[in-house]
């Protein structure tokens, strides 16, 4: 899979991100800043900044983001603190080409080889130790796909085969996907997509779980349930905290309190909001609907407030940034000759 910095009109987003194009001494940083919307990244050893190198070949099919990753060795970490302030909620599948990790997810210790499956559940806790590797990845968003699973809060950290079986299914419908990203359109994407995340619930369905999970802090378990429950309502113009507190069973004061590491409560959920519309301006297939009807679809009563939220969030009234030059530079997209683009990491921060 290798493509363009930009997808073709009428054809599905791409992004390329090599470090080739960039000094060796600084290599490992570029990398760490752009992976840091989802992961805090340090080197594997004292030699290994030295001669690490990252090749990301990305795309996104309807709302899911699938790369092709060879990465130099490192380490990775998820913490209680980072899960709260970023607010990403995704299921992560990759299979390994090439290489190993050992991994802490959870209370879960994990070891994958080549050829091994390995689901992550980016609302908990993570922590992994790499080779040298190459892996597919595959970004799902919760709501997506947790409806089909049998145990949706009881995967982090599971492996399965990719060499048989429904496993099998899926490893060779994610290359086969890769193979034809040039090709696949904005109309394709729908059925695609749909077809992965069936396929992807069948595989982690079949997985042995353990549905007696550890207990967590109260308090952190509170803050993912309100956080799925406000991403499930975020079109609701009445959500705020009351509807919160009573959904989830606690009092308001708990409820600010459980928030406080993400800024409160009121600034979540304007976030969340301003994602979700963003998402829906920038996208090709939403080109045709009116900014006012985006705003009001995501909750937004007052088009004027939206716009004054919006261009403070990014810097670019939600008029501009239809045209990818106000997108990439409202999103931190970096655009270069040399090493490509940074799309795919603004991709998994955003999709939602």
């Not at 390329?16 to 992976?35: L, Q, V």
């Not at 900044?49 to 070949?57: G, I, M, S």
């Not at 009881?154 to 490893?171: E, I, Q, W, Y």
């Amino acid at each position: 899979m290798a493509g363009p910095v930009a997808g073709t009109m009428g054809l599905i987003e791409t992004s390329y991100f090599n470090t080739r194009g960039i000094a060796p001494a600084g290599r490992f940083s570029a990398w760490r800043e752009n992976i840091g919307v989802v992961f805090d990244v340090s080197s594997y050893d004292e030699r290994s900044e030295e001669r690490f190198f990252a090749l990301v070949d990305s795309f996104l099919l309807d709302g899911i983001l699938i790369n092709h990753c060879k990465l130099g060795a490192q380490q990775f970490s998820r913490s209680p603190a980072r899960i709260a302030r970023d607010g990403i909620d995704h299921y992560q599948l990759h299979v390994f080409l090439r290489g190993s990790v050992e991994m802490e997810c959870g209370q879960l210790s994990v070891s994958a080889r080549k050829g091994d499956f390995v689901v992550l559940d980016h609302g908990d806790t993570f922590s992994s130790r790499t080779t040298d590797y190459e892996i597919l990845n595959v970004f799902i968003p919760r709501r997506r796909l947790a409806p089909l699973l049998n145990a949706p809060d009881s995967t982090h950290g599971h492996v399965f085969d990719s060499g048989c079986g429904v496993g099998l299914l899926l490893r060779d419908y994610v290359v086969a996907l890769c193979r034809a990203s040039q090709e696949l359109t904005l109309a394709d994407a729908p059925i695609a997509a749909r077809s992965l995340i069936e396929l992807a619930a069948l595989a982690m369905n079949g997985t042995r779980v353990d549905l007696h999970p550890p207990p967590a802090f109260a308090d952190h378990a509170l803050l993912l349930k309100a956080q799925m429950f406000i991403k499930d309502s975020l079109a609701l113009a009445s959500l705020g905290p009351g509807l919160v507190a009573q959904a989830i069973g606690v009092s308001r004061a708990r409820l600010y309190r459980i928030f406080e590491s993400c800024g409160g409560i009121a600034t979540y959920i304007r976030e969340m909001r301003l994602r979700r519309a963003f998402t829906d301006i920038t996208s090709p297939s939403h080109h045709h609907r009116q900014i006012a009807d985006i705003a009001y679809g995501w909750g937004f009563s007052d088009p004027a407030h939206f716009s004054r939220c919006f261009r403070a969030r990014f810097g670019v009234s939600p008029t501009d940034i239809r045209s990818e030059k106000a997108v990439c530079q409202a999103a931190g997209i970096r655009i270069d000759e040399e090493f490509g683009d940074t799309k795919y990491a603004f991709w998994i921060a955003n999709i939602a």
